[in-house]
């Protein structure tokens, strides 16, 4: 009697730990998926700016000193690289997995992407102007 | 909504404004600003949606590039649970 079939654990490949500085792509990858901590970041300082706006005139003042350290602008320095890394590669990315047709035509490239950078630059002179008082 | 909005907030906010490069709005213009219900939806939207997108890409960033696979459900509770918490805040101040 041949013995029962024997039960085999699924083959996994062992990665190093360090697998995505091995090339470039994964590195970009991974810095791009990093990018969102400082997302959350800054959704953290909007919610204590929005809290020192709505407590009054002196904790505003207090939120405003806070930010003008030198180590929180070199740290949203770093975010707002991090973040437009974010935006760029997501341009970018969009029409080369958008592909629409119009009429039967596959639109371009351009086609596809000029309209996000657009609607970036109307939304941020929007939020720019709102901000500064502007409207 | 993150690749739209955030880096106009970041620049003005965060670089501009700290370095004196842009003089800061007063406390009165910003508290009309907020006060209007139509900026507590945007910022609702912003700081949430923020949150959320955060969450997930962490949760799956960190179990793939450190290898915790076997961790994926601790660090979807803990990266969820940090969001909801967020978001909760973020409700309490804006309602």
């Known amino acids: ?135 | 909504m993150v690749a739209f909005f955030f880096p106009i907030h970041i620049l003005l906010f965060g670089i501009l404004i700290p370095l004196g490069l842009i003089a800061a709005p007063t406390h009165t213009g910003m508290l009309a600003l907020v006060n209007h219900p139509l900026t507590r939806l945007y910022l609702f939207g912003f700081c949430a949606l923020g949150l959320l997108h955060a969450a997930h890409r962490l949760r799956f960033t960190l179990s793939d590039m450190l290898r915790l696979k076997h961790l994926d459900t601790l660090l979807g509770v803990l990266a969820y649970g940090a969001a909801l918490v967020g978001v909760a805040v973020t409700i309490d101040l804006l309602i």
Not at chain 1, 7 to 33: G, K
Not at chain 1, 66 to 87: D, G, K, Y
């Open chain 1, 1 to 135: 009697m041949p013995s029962a079939v024997p039960r085999y654990r699924p083959y996994e490949r062992r990665m190093p730990l360090l697998w995505w500085l091995q090339r470039w792509n994964y590195t970009w990858f991974i810095l791009r998926e990093l990018s969102s901590a400082f997302v959350a970041w800054w959704v953290v300082v909007t919610l204590i700016q929005i809290a020192s706006i709505l407590e009054g005139p002196q904790a505003y003042a207090a939120f405003q000193a806070w930010m003008a350290q030198p180590l929180l602008i070199i740290v949203n320095i770093v975010s707002f690289i991090f973040i437009l890394f974010h935006t760029l590669s997501w341009f970018r990315l969009v029409p080369q997995a958008m592909l629409p047709r119009i009429g039967g035509k596959r639109t371009s490239a351009v086609m596809t992407g000029a309209p996000m950078y657009v609607v970036w630059a109307v939304a941020s002179v929007v939020v720019a102007c709102f901000a500064l008082g502007v409207f």
